[in-house]
């Protein structure tokens, strides 16, 4: 094990953000950590990076050296990309400046004060910081967000090359198709817990759910034997479940009253949402 | 070392390129000199190298109090520093290549000040005399170093311009370093001894004879004071950061 959080627990206030978090990530392993906004992904990385102390439970980080992205808004301003990275990288024993300046698209940039970069260049700064030196674990938060399509996937193939030299990435994302283009397992948090855990294949299997909507009166699917999660708001329905087809067939055959029957891919949060409410 | 010296580099791109920090810092001292001072220094020689030593020590705290004052106040605050944090280095290394950074400032400030009395009054000092101005004034600059770490973990950035230019304003004239302690109002000369800059300016104006002990003793006793209060609103710091 590079680092292994056992039993984590983080209050703010009296607000619990990790509700005792226990995992590992192995030498070479890409691990994701996937959830909404506020189910604890960042105060996992903090608390593993040492910037936040857990109330309790046990924390170990046995990497050499890791690499962090900095946050895009604080960077030096009069600091020039070639000038960070070079500062960046003497503190690892690798330096890697030149590839990543390629890989992340910035070698028209290096003479450029961060000042001067876009907010996708500045995005691309950071992740080529997190990987100037070749650390042995490379911890990014939200790595892609803000950039476009071109540049994630350019980002993705970096990563992918890193973890093959035999590189260690935990990442957090709330991006389904990040979390499956990249990991190698992914744990999905909610509400401060890790809820579920497995390759991408298991959780997109476990998460095959789609989302039915309706206006009319609420239906128990669980009553046709239909794995189900439903909800209703006012006389809006909404039915998670993988047996789509099934749910119409047994709506139609029992009567149920129904309008504006719309049937759509789960969104993340419905995921989480099945994965936490959902019978397994 | 070398780490250190890649940190005071970091330190030293980001100030050069600073223009509202450089030109006040390392042009003011020598500047107010010429204006107020140097008419004066010209015309009394046995006066003038007393008159430069103040201006040294005004050019010295500057250089302190608002690279470490406003400098530390103002990056505490960004989340340039929590990264910072996650790099494998330690944080005595930063403080360090701070520390030669604002050296070598204090060293062009000073430098100005004096090589605007050397080329136009007859001041000499000799080469003995040279020598302990250095160490007093290095001295000096470590208990204002402190002096600026402490404003920089007690003020906010918006805070901490405002309250670093009033205390160096209102220390170097309480302190003596504009106005010669024997002529300052009766108010400021109540409380001159009592202020580090007056302690810093006595040091430095005996160093052309022999030190002050009395000086160097006040000095280290506020070189003390501000590090209590320097380490404790570090911790302070550190606890609200990364708790």
């Keep these: ?280 | 070392m070398r780490q250190t010296l890649v940190y005071a580099r970091m330190q030293w791109l980001q100030l050069v390129r600073l223009p509202g920090f450089l030109i006040p810092t390392l042009g003011f001292p020598a500047l107010f000199f010429t204006f107020f001072d140097l008419g004066y220094a010209r015309a009394h020689a046995s006066v003038a190298p007393y008159l430069v030593l103040s201006y040294v020590a005004f050019a010295i705290i500057g250089v302190t109090l608002f690279q470490f004052g406003v400098g530390i106040a103002n990056e505490r605050a960004t989340p340039w520093e929590r990264y910072l944090r996650t790099l494998p280095a330690p944080v005595a290394v930063r403080f360090a290549g701070r520390i030669l950074v604002a050296i070598c400032f204090a060293c062009v400030a000073a430098a100005l000040v004096v090589a605007v009395a050397l080329a136009s009054t007859q001041l000499h000092f000799s080469a003995a005399q040279a020598l302990r101005i250095a160490v007093c004034a290095l001295g000096g600059g470590i208990v204002f170093t402190l002096f600026g770490i402490a404003i920089g973990y007690w003020c906010t950035p918006k805070s901490a311009i405002p309250i670093a230019n009033l205390l160096y304003l209102l220390l170097s004239f309480a302190g003596g370093l504009w106005v010669p302690p024997s002529q300052l109002p009766a108010f400021a000369a109540a409380v001159s001894p009592f202020t580090p800059t007056r302690q810093f300016a006595e040091l430095l104006w005996s160093a052309l004879g022999t030190p002050s002990w009395q000086a160097a003793g006040a000095l280290s006793i506020f070189a003390v004071l501000f590090g209590v209060l320097a380490a404790i609103g570090y911790r302070r710091d550190e606890r609200q950061k990364y708790a």
């Design chain 1, 1 to 280: 094990m590079i680092a292994q959080l056992v039993d984590v627990r983080k209050n703010y206030g009296t607000r619990a953000a990790l509700d005792g978090v226990t995992l590992g990530i192995a030498r070479g392993e890409l691990v994701a950590l996937l959830g909404a906004n506020g189910a604890g992904k960042t105060t996992t990385l903090e608390i593993l990076l040492g910037l936040r102390r857990q109330d309790s439970g046990t924390v170990q980080l046995a990497a050499a050296s890791t690499g962090v992205t900095p946050q895009e808004t604080g960077m030096p301003q009069n600091l020039r990309v070639g000038e960070i990275l070079e500062f960046v990288v003497s503190h690892y024993r690798t330096n890697r400046a030149q590839e990543v300046l390629e890989a992340f698209g910035l070698s028209a940039s290096v003479k450029r004060q961060t000042g001067a970069l876009s907010g996708g260049q500045l995005r691309r700064l950071a992740l080529a910081l997190a990987f100037a030196g070749e650390p042995e674990l490379v911890v990014l938060d939200e790595p892609t967000t803000g950039l476009d399509v071109e540049a994630r996937r350019s980002a993705w193939s970096y990563v992918r090359s890193y973890v093959q030299r035999g590189g260690t990435v935990l990442l957090t994302t709330h991006h389904m198709e990040e979390a499956e283009a990249l990991a190698d397992r992914i744990l999905v948090m909610s509400a401060g817990r890790i809820v579920h855990e497995g390759t991408p294949a298991q959780i997109r299997r476990s998460v095959t759910a789609k989302r039915v909507t309706y206006e009319g009166a609420p239906f128990d699917p669980a009553a046709y034997g239909i794995e189900a999660v439903v909800e209703s708001n006012g006389s809006r329905v909404t039915i998670l479940t993988p047996e789509t087809d099934e749910l119409v067939r047994a709506m139609v055959l029992n009567g149920v009253k129904f309008a504006e029957l719309a049937v759509s891919e789960a969104s993340l949060e419905d995921a989480v949402l099945a994965l936490t409410a959902g019978p397994q």
